[in-house]
Protein backbone atom coordinates (compact mmCIF):
# COMPACT_ATOMS: atom_id res chain seq x y z
CA UNK A 1 0.00 0.00 0.00
CA UNK A 2 1.05 3.13 -0.63
CA UNK A 3 2.04 5.33 2.06
CA UNK A 4 -0.54 8.33 0.75
CA UNK A 5 -3.32 5.59 0.72
CA UNK A 6 -2.32 4.85 4.30
CA UNK A 7 -2.83 8.12 5.60
CA UNK A 8 -5.78 8.80 3.17
CA UNK A 9 -7.54 5.79 4.59
CA UNK A 10 -7.29 6.66 8.27
CA UNK A 11 -7.35 10.59 7.74
CA UNK A 12 -11.04 11.92 9.04
CA UNK A 13 -12.69 13.90 6.28
CA UNK A 14 -12.16 17.36 5.55
CA UNK A 15 -15.63 19.27 6.51
CA UNK A 16 -15.34 16.89 9.73
CA UNK A 17 -12.22 17.57 11.03
CA UNK A 18 -12.93 21.85 10.03
CA UNK A 19 -15.96 21.12 12.07
CA UNK A 20 -14.67 19.85 15.24
CA UNK A 21 -15.25 22.69 18.16
CA UNK A 22 -11.57 22.35 18.86
CA UNK A 23 -10.27 23.60 15.63
CA UNK A 24 -12.57 25.61 13.94
CA UNK A 25 -11.62 28.77 15.79
CA UNK A 26 -8.56 28.58 12.88
CA UNK A 27 -11.86 29.51 10.55
CA UNK A 28 -10.21 30.39 6.78
CA UNK A 29 -7.01 28.99 7.73
CA UNK A 30 -8.10 25.02 7.70
CA UNK A 31 -8.63 25.72 3.82
CA UNK A 32 -5.22 25.73 2.91
CA UNK A 33 -4.23 23.20 0.78
CA UNK A 34 -1.35 22.49 1.90
CA UNK A 35 -2.72 21.37 5.42
CA UNK A 36 -4.69 18.48 3.34
CA UNK A 37 -1.79 17.67 1.08
CA UNK A 38 0.24 14.48 1.75
CA UNK A 39 3.85 14.06 0.80
CA UNK A 40 6.68 12.68 2.48
CA UNK A 41 7.98 15.66 4.03
CA UNK A 42 4.14 17.06 5.46
CA UNK A 43 3.58 13.40 6.74
CA UNK A 44 7.13 13.45 8.11
CA UNK A 45 6.83 16.81 10.06
CA UNK A 46 3.52 16.16 10.98
CA UNK A 47 4.12 12.95 13.00
CA UNK A 48 7.38 14.42 14.45
CA UNK A 49 5.43 17.51 15.87
CA UNK A 50 2.31 15.58 16.88
CA UNK A 51 4.61 13.22 18.71
CA UNK A 52 6.10 16.09 20.20
CA UNK A 53 2.75 17.97 21.45
CA UNK A 54 1.94 14.74 22.76
CA UNK A 55 4.06 14.31 25.57
CA UNK A 56 3.02 17.97 26.64
CA UNK A 57 1.24 17.28 30.43
CA UNK A 58 -1.51 19.86 29.73
CA UNK A 59 -4.87 18.72 27.83
CA UNK A 60 -4.91 20.76 24.86
CA UNK A 61 -3.21 18.68 22.06
CA UNK A 62 -5.64 19.03 19.45
CA UNK A 63 -6.09 22.96 19.18
CA UNK A 64 -2.42 23.01 19.59
CA UNK A 65 -1.62 20.29 16.92
CA UNK A 66 -4.42 22.67 14.71
CA UNK A 67 -1.96 25.56 15.30
CA UNK A 68 0.98 23.50 14.65
CA UNK A 69 -0.23 22.27 11.46
CA UNK A 70 -1.31 25.44 10.42
CA UNK A 71 1.57 27.12 11.50
CA UNK A 72 4.44 24.83 10.14
CA UNK A 73 1.70 23.82 6.67
CA UNK A 74 2.02 20.06 7.02
CA UNK A 75 -0.97 17.70 6.98
CA UNK A 76 -3.64 18.65 9.62
CA UNK A 77 -5.32 14.91 10.29
CA UNK A 78 -1.91 13.75 10.34
CA UNK A 79 -0.33 15.41 12.90
CA UNK A 80 -3.93 15.84 15.30
CA UNK A 81 -3.92 11.93 14.81
CA UNK A 82 -0.17 11.22 16.02
CA UNK A 83 -0.59 13.55 18.85
CA UNK A 84 -3.02 11.43 20.29
CA UNK A 85 -0.38 9.29 20.74
CA UNK A 86 -1.33 10.37 24.21
CA UNK A 87 -4.54 9.26 25.64
CA UNK A 88 -6.56 7.82 28.47
CA UNK A 89 -5.41 4.66 27.78
CA UNK A 90 -1.81 5.37 27.40
CA UNK A 91 -0.85 8.73 29.58
CA UNK A 92 -0.42 7.31 32.93
CA UNK A 93 1.86 4.65 31.37
CA UNK A 94 4.02 7.41 29.81
CA UNK A 95 3.35 9.61 32.95
CA UNK A 96 5.54 7.44 34.79
CA UNK A 97 7.70 6.67 32.40
CA UNK A 98 8.31 10.50 31.44
CA UNK A 99 8.89 11.09 35.70
CA UNK A 100 11.24 8.40 36.21
CA UNK A 101 13.58 9.49 33.04
CA UNK A 102 13.21 12.85 34.58
CA UNK A 103 14.14 11.77 38.41
CA UNK A 104 16.97 9.82 37.38
CA UNK A 105 18.39 12.41 35.02
CA UNK A 106 18.27 15.03 37.76
CA UNK A 107 19.97 12.22 40.35
CA UNK A 108 16.58 12.01 42.52
CA UNK A 109 15.43 9.20 44.76
CA UNK A 110 12.24 7.66 43.51
CA UNK A 111 9.01 9.46 44.59
CA UNK A 112 6.84 8.38 47.60
CA UNK A 113 3.57 7.68 45.45
CA UNK A 114 1.43 6.16 48.58
CA UNK A 115 -1.94 7.25 47.16
CA UNK A 116 -3.92 8.97 49.05
CA UNK A 117 -7.37 11.29 47.45
CA UNK A 118 -6.93 13.92 49.59
CA UNK A 119 -5.62 17.85 48.04
CA UNK A 120 -3.10 17.96 50.11
CA UNK A 121 -1.45 15.12 49.00
CA UNK A 122 -1.79 15.80 45.38
CA UNK A 123 -0.09 19.30 46.33
CA UNK A 124 2.72 17.54 47.73
CA UNK A 125 3.48 15.20 44.82
CA UNK A 126 2.91 18.16 42.32
CA UNK A 127 5.41 19.75 44.02
CA UNK A 128 7.67 17.60 44.42
CA UNK A 129 7.26 15.93 41.00
CA UNK A 130 6.89 18.60 38.57
CA UNK A 131 10.65 19.43 37.36
CA UNK A 132 11.55 15.69 36.94
CA UNK A 133 8.18 15.11 35.10
CA UNK A 134 8.80 17.98 33.12
CA UNK A 135 11.90 17.09 32.28
CA UNK A 136 11.10 13.78 31.40
CA UNK A 137 8.40 14.80 29.30
CA UNK A 138 10.18 17.22 27.20
CA UNK A 139 12.96 14.13 26.12
CA UNK A 140 10.40 11.58 25.43
CA UNK A 141 8.70 14.17 23.19
CA UNK A 142 12.03 15.07 21.51
CA UNK A 143 12.91 11.51 21.46
CA UNK A 144 9.64 10.18 19.71
CA UNK A 145 9.62 12.80 17.24
CA UNK A 146 13.06 12.39 15.87
CA UNK A 147 11.74 8.25 15.89
CA UNK A 148 9.01 9.51 14.49
CA UNK A 149 10.65 11.83 11.26
CA UNK A 150 12.77 9.25 10.67
CA UNK A 151 10.48 6.47 10.57
CA UNK A 152 8.01 7.96 8.44
CA UNK A 153 11.19 9.03 6.16
CA UNK A 154 12.52 5.90 6.12
CA UNK A 155 9.38 3.96 5.74
CA UNK A 156 8.16 5.83 2.39
CA UNK A 157 11.75 5.43 1.12
CA UNK A 158 11.34 2.09 1.46
CA UNK A 159 8.18 2.15 -0.77
CA UNK A 160 9.37 4.13 -3.34
CA UNK A 161 12.69 1.60 -4.01
CA UNK A 162 9.73 -1.32 -3.23
CA UNK A 163 7.96 0.50 -6.20
CA UNK A 164 11.17 1.37 -8.18
CA UNK A 165 12.11 -2.20 -8.88
CA UNK A 166 8.63 -3.78 -9.50
CA UNK A 167 8.70 -1.47 -12.10
CA UNK A 168 11.86 -2.10 -13.26
CA UNK A 169 11.10 -5.91 -13.06
CA UNK A 170 7.77 -5.25 -15.16
CA UNK A 171 9.99 -3.40 -17.69
CA UNK A 172 12.07 -6.62 -18.12
CA UNK A 173 9.77 -8.84 -18.51
CA UNK A 174 7.81 -7.00 -21.21
CA UNK A 175 10.31 -5.40 -22.80
CA UNK A 176 9.39 -2.03 -22.32
Partial sequence: MHPKEFFKRYQPAKHKLSGNR????????LHDPSLWHINRRSASWAVATGLFI?????????????VSAVALRVNLPVL??????????????????????????????????????????????????????SLGCLLLGAASAVVGYFSVQCLWRLHLLRRLKARRKQRRETGY
Avoid at 98 to 116: M, Q, T
Wanted: hydrophobic share 55%; charged share 10%; aromatic share 14%.
Fill in 22 to 29: LVSFLGHR
Fill in 54 to 66: AFIPLPVHTPLAA
Fill in 80 to 133: VLSSWATNPVTVVPFSVMAYKIGAWLLGLPPLNADFEPTLDWVTRTLVQSWAPF
